[in-house]
Structures are given as C-alpha cells and as structure tokens.
C-alpha cells in the first residue's frame, strides 16, 4: 500500500514535496515495522538480571527506559510474568490496548518506558472518509496486513491506521518528543530519574542528545549520584562516539567517580556482577593522598588499599583501578569482610 503511494509521485509532475517526504517517512517506518515483527521475538534469558535486581532487597528498581522500537523485552516480562505499566490499559480489548497514562499511577508494577515508541503502536479512526478522533493503541498480535493502511474491525466499527508510533532518523525525532504520545513518555522518564540515584545505562551509545542533556540535569540536581555504564565496547571508544554536551562531560565523571565504566556483554550479566558494580559505584570509599619523597601514596582506609604515582591524579587513577580489581577478583569472603554490600 504504502509503496504504491510513494511510486505515485514519479508520475505526477506537479507533485508536492512536502507529501513526498512525508509518504516517503511512511515508507520507511513501514520496512522497518516490517523488518522488526517478521518473524516472532523469542525471549532471551539473559535478560534475567533485571527480574533478579526487581527482587534484591534493598534496592527499588524505579523503571527501564530504552529507545528500542521491537518487543524483546515485553516478550521477557510475560514469560517471567513481570507485570509492567507502558502507558497502554493492562487489559487488552479484541487484542488492542488503548492509551491510559492515568496507568502510571496506579498500583506497583514496573514503569516501562519506550522513548521512541514501538513497532506495535499506532495511531487510528474510524474510517469515515477523514481522519479525527485519532486513538492511540498497542497492538498485542502484529499482523502487518491488518494495518498499514488497510481497514479492519475493532469493537464493531471499521478503523484504518493514520501514524505508525514510533521515531525514525537523527534530527526531527527532537520535534516529535513535544507532542502526542512522547510528552507524557519523557514526563515519566523525569518523574523516575528524580527518584533514583544511581542510574544503570546498559548498551546506550550516547547517541540521543534529549537523552543525554536529561543525564547531565539528572547528575548536576543532587550530590551523591551515580552514573553505572555497562557496554560492549571499551571507554574510550565510547566516550568518542557520545554525541552533544555530555561528550566533555563523561571524562570528568569518570575522573570524579560519578561515572563508572565496565566493558560487559550483556549476555554474560549476571545479578552478582551486576551487584558488584552498584557497589563499587555508590559506595562511599575514603581516597586519602600523602605525599612520599618524589611521588604520592593514595589510600582507601574502607578497603586497607594503597597504590602511588608520580602525581596526586596519578595516584588517584591507579588507587581506583586497584579498587575495582579487588571487586574482579577478591574472593566473597574477603569481600564480604572489607565492606558492607547493603545498598539502599
């Protein structure tokens, strides 16, 4: 459908190029729509870490924000009967959920968060020949031609899909945050970062300049928070590849321990790794520096570590990379000793 609407302005000569990019913006979120949902997502398992982290005692998992567009993680959460709150009512009618933010509000389950909507969410009408009265719905059984502009039934009447609900692209997907959907999504996405104060980023690249600027006002509005970053790819490469402010920002974290970085794929966390890197990012270690003859001696009294440079930075650095090799590879015992793992 949607490819014969686009191949139709190569035949008109007076075609309006507003109504080419727009068709041609369809197009594209259709193939990928298409892409995404054809075949069914399994559920992965190494997702585990989260229903686990859900359970930790002393720890409140606020919500999971994340800018993919498939259902990995909703096909996780039914599997483990993980009860969430997306925006959409609970209960579904003839496989179609409406949108009911008043959701957020209500009961205990996970706040779940799609930034840049989903592959399974549209806007429809019902097909009178104009569209108004759009309804914003989730649909629980993605059958493409059940959409994509054809028509099909819904609780008595005909309807036909007007927008397919989710971003696409660099730049314009900013403009689209302020309106429909997204405004209540990015209201939530505050209301849950002012809650927390420490902040899990697993696989994000740093690539959403409305993203990042929210880390940075997160970070910056009170002392004592923590950024825990979790990815495939080394630091260095990864702060390279940030886009916008939070770019120059990453090293001074790091250098302040308000950002911790581990290179892990996330198909190897486990909850005790994952424990083990909240505590070395919130715990509030002592870093003492003396200086001795020609250099500088820094020490963690907490942890009874030392290490030296030739610098006080210097020293710092090399205290901290012997902190986090005692948290790689000290026995739990010794551990369990040292510190107290309670996290709260």
């Given amino acids: 459908m949607k490819i014969k609407r686009l191949s139709s302005h190569l035949h008109r000569t007076n075609s309006n190029f507003e109504e080419l990019c727009r068709d041609s913006m369809s197009f594209i979120k259709s193939v990928i729509r298409r892409y995404l ?19 930790e005692k002393g720890i409140k ?20 009967l993980i009860e969430f709150a997306d925006g959409f009512n609970f209960e579904s009618k003839e496989g179609i959920r409406e949108w009911n933010p008043k959701i957020f509000r209500k009961g205990k389950k996970l706040v779940y968060l799609k930034l840049h909507g989903s592959v399974n969410w549209s806007s429809i009408y019902v ?18 031609e059940d959409r994509d502009g054809y028509r099909f039934r819904w609780q008595g009447k005909n309807y036909k899909e007007a927008e397919q ?49 929210r880390i940075i006002d997160w970070i910056g509005k009170k002392s004592g928070r923590k950024l825990l970053v979790i990815d ?41 790794e994952l424990m083990k890197y909240i505590i070395i990012a919130t715990h509030p270690f002592t870093i003492t520096i003396e200086q001795e003859n020609d250099g500088f001696i820094s020490l963690c009294p ?9 610098t006080i930075e210097e020293a710092k650095h090399n205290l901290q990379e012997a902190v986090e090799l005692f948290f790689e590879y000290a026995s739990e015992t010794e551990k369990s000793n040292r510190i107290n793992p309670n996290i709260t």
């Fill in 61 to 80: 998992l606020q919500g999971i924000t994340t800018l993919n567009h498939d259902e990995i993680l909703e096909a996780f959460f039914r599997k483990r």
């Fill in 232 to 272: 495939i790819g080394e630091y260095e490469k990864g702060k390279d590849n940030a886009k916008g402010a939070i770019q120059s920002r990453l090293p001074e974290w790091k250098r302040d321990r308000k950002m911790i970085w581990r290179k892990k794929n996330i198909q190897d966390l486990t909850i005790e």
């Fill in 165 to 213: 609900l989710f971003l696409t692209g660099t730049n314009d997907k900013y403009f689209q945050y302020q309106y429909g959907v997204y405004i209540e999504l990015w209201q939530q996405f505050d209301r849950i970062l002012s809650k927390t104060d420490i902040l899990i980023c697993i696989g994000y690249g740093f690539g959403d300049n409305a993203v990042n600027l």
């Fill in 37 to 55: 949902s054809k075949e069914k997502i399994s559920c992965k398992d190494y997702f585990r870490f989260i229903q686990d982290l859900k359970n």
């Fill in 302 to 310: 907490e942890l009874d570590i030392a290490s030296q440079g030739d």
């Fill in 127 to 144: 097909d009178k020949g104009k569209v108004e009265n759009l309804v914003n719905v989730s649909f629980e059984d993605y059958k493409q």
